[in-house]
Nanobody
Framework: QVQLVESGGGLVQAGGSLRLSCAAS????????MGWYRQAPGKQRELVAV???????NYADSVKGRFTISRDNAKNTVYLQMNSLKLEDTAVYYC????????WGQGTQVTVSS
């Protein structure tokens, strides 16, 4: 089993920044990819950003140029730097890791206010 612990969510004004962190622990053999999804009220969960072991990254069009995903393989940790936050970025953000199976974090709330 792999456990994911997220941190860094909170309340921020539009135009501000937040940095999310997600640390993986437990029975980790090798992590193929790490990423972030988000789910806003009444909407489906959607991909925000993903990074694989070769540091290939992919972003949702809505966050390109504003969000940056990175990972520290030594710490089994993935980060999401979120800049120029918009009201529509408000959601619960979930960390996900693929290590033989997919694992999800408990989610962290990000609220952007006007």
């Amino acid at each position: 089993q792999v456990q994911l612990v997220e941190s860094g969510g909170g309340l921020v004004q539009a135009g501000g920044s937040l940095r999310l962190s997600c640390a993986a622990s437990g029975s980790i053999f090798s992590i193929d990819s790490m990423g972030w999804y988000r789910q806003a009220p009444g909407k489906q969960r959607e991909l925000v950003a993903v990074i694989n072991v070769g540091i290939y990254t992919n972003y949702a069009d809505s966050v390109k140029g504003r969000f940056t995903i990175s990972r520290d393989n030594a710490k089994n940790t993935v980060y999401l730097q979120m800049n120029s936050l918009k009201l529509e970025d408000t959601a619960v953000y979930y960390c996900t890791v693929f290590s033989r199976s997919r694992y999800w974090g408990q989610g962290t709330q990000v609220t952007v206010s006007s």
